[in-house]
């Protein structure tokens, strides 16, 4: 790494009757010290972290690079609006309505289905159509639905709704039928010890009409399944676009935010979703549930602005963590298929599949914390901020990080150190900076890092550098207190 002179400027406060923590002989500042950084400073932070690569094994294997060209290959599609939402409203009797004509002509023209679906009674549809109304209704007032605003008219007009037996609780299908099995909502209720949880589990159903792409569009495109910016084609080795955890993820946290309730299924693919939303959360332009709604709009350009990606490696960089995160939960066929093949030539034991998964992980980890070093660089070019609460968050962030080594089976290295060497080198990276900044002898910050003990208090007061939303956010990710401040309204 090429060092400048730093020009970052130290913004000397001191957080009155907060007395400092208790550090070793012979340190030279006060963690209350709070540290700017001027535009060099930033430029500095981004340089020092992009001279850190991070390997993704295998990833020559799901080649991003083939799958961004079969999207520019892909014909842009429109759909014909329909108008079953007016000024921004759904209204549950005119789509109770429509699905119960839909249903009828579904079930005429599909004895394949005929036997396996049954037809909701009016009371049960009613119940189902009014909360699709109201998540509808609720997101579109939230704004930002503007590439997918014709597919949701498509995909509403076009809903049929039937009861089945054979889907875990309920299920979209790829004909766009949404299926719902009454029983196992019953039982999600008593599971989950959430007397909303039927409620949540079809506004999670509402908010995948929000990311699906409507059949005449996927149809144009040549795609199989779309759902927000990702789409799947038939004839890609490895969907590494295709994030479906991801549209999981958002799905069920959008439904949870409506009902003031955290994740009644797919927590751990809602841990990870939680971990992008922390490693962005102290950037300024950033605000809760920005990556939620990627996965409701089509531009892929629009996930690199929210991640903050300004060069094409930063790009790949992004899209290999996601796409890692995919093989991670959801064991993407295609790519263990190619594994076996071209690396292996035999089928892959399961300690063999753990392995890769492992190091996977080790590599997410220290993507997420490039961002996170990133965003802080970001506040703390907006305002000063004390050392401290950027000790603060590294630490909530490490502990998050610490709890998916743990669960992809890793954390017993022979140094003890669950994180792989450049998630360190990364962290280094950033606190050499930080040193310059404060003027500070070469790894000063680091040490005082390495000192720092988390504690509560400062969490729950809020940190400066977070709103209050993102406090409450924040509060939560360390697992201190649930606020509901950042929770919306139904
Ligand atoms: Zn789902």
């Known amino acids: 790494m090429v060092r400048k002179l730093l020009a970052a400027v130290l913004a000397a406060g001191f957080l009155c009757g907060a007395p400092a923590p208790a550090m070793s002989a012979g340190d030279a500042f006060d963690m209350s010290a709070a540290v700017q950084l001027d535009d060099s400073g930033v430029s500095l932070v981004d340089e020092a972290l992009s001279a850190v690569p991070v390997r993704y094994e295998y990833s020559d294997l799901y080649d991003i690079p083939a799958a961004r060209a079969r999207y520019q290959q892909a014909s842009v599609a429109n759909t014909t609006p329909a108008d079953i939402i007016r000024d921004g ?257 035999r089928t892959a034991s399961s300690q063999e599949r753990a392995e890769v998964k492992s190091a996977l992980t080790g590599s997410v980890c220290t993507t997420l914390s490039k961002l996170l070093c990133r965003s802080l660089a970001d506040a703390l070019s907006r305002k000063a901020v004390p050392l401290s609460e950027v000790f603060t968050v590294l630490s909530v962030f490490e502990k998050d990080m610490t709890g998916h080594l743990l669960a992809s089976g890793d954390g017993a290295s022979p140094t003890g150190d669950p994180f792989p060497e450049e998630y360190r080198a990364v962290q280094d990276a950033f606190f050499s900076v930080l040193d310059e900044a404060l003027t500070l002898p070469g790894g000063t910050v680091k040490n005082a890092y390495g000192s720092y003990g988390l504690g509560t208090e400062a969490i729950l007061g809020g940190l400066t550098c977070l709103d209050n939303p993102k406090n409450a956010f924040f509060a939560r990710m360390a697992g201190i207190a649930f606020s509901p401040q950042n929770a919306i309204a139904p």
């Open 89 to 345: 409203r759904l209204e549950p009797q005119e789509l109770f309505d429509t699905v119960r004509a839909n249903n009828a002509a579904y079930l005429k023209n599909s004895e394949k289905y005929s036997a396996e679906y049954m037809e909701p009674s009016d009371e049960a549809l009613m119940g189902y159509c009014s909360v699709i109304a109201q998540t509808i209704t609720h997101e579109l007032a939230q704004g930002g639905i503007t590439s997918t605003y014709d597919d949701l008219a498509y995909n509403l007009s076009h809903l049929t709704i039937f009861l089945a037996h054979t889907v875990e609780n309920a299920a979209i299908t790829e004909d766009g039928c949404m299926v719902v099995s009454p029983v196992n909502l019953e039982n999600m209720k008593i599971i989950s010890g959430n007397s909303d949880a039927d409620k949540i589990t079809i506004a999670h159903e509402a908010e995948h009409l929000l990311q699906k792409l409507s059949s005449p569009v996927l149809e144009a495109e040549g795609a199989t399944l779309g759902y927000g910016y990702g789409l799947y084609f038939e004839d890609l080795a490895v969907n590494s676009l295709f994030h479906k955890w991801l549209f999981e993820a958002a799905a069920e946290s959008l439904a949870c935010a409506c009902y003031d309730s955290g994740p009644i299924t797919y927590q751990q693919r809602v841990g990870y979703l939680n971990s992008l939303t922390l490693a962005l959360l102290p950037a300024e332009d950033f605000t809760l549930l920005d990556v939620e709604r990627l996965t409701q709009q089509q531009d892929l350009e629009q996930v690199f602005r929210v991640f903050g990606c300004k060069t094409e490696a930063e790009q790949t960089e992004l899209l290999d963590m996601l796409e890692a995160i995919n093989i991670i939960l959801e064991d993407d066929a295609d790519f263990w298929s190619l594994y076996q093949q071209d690396v292996l030539g």
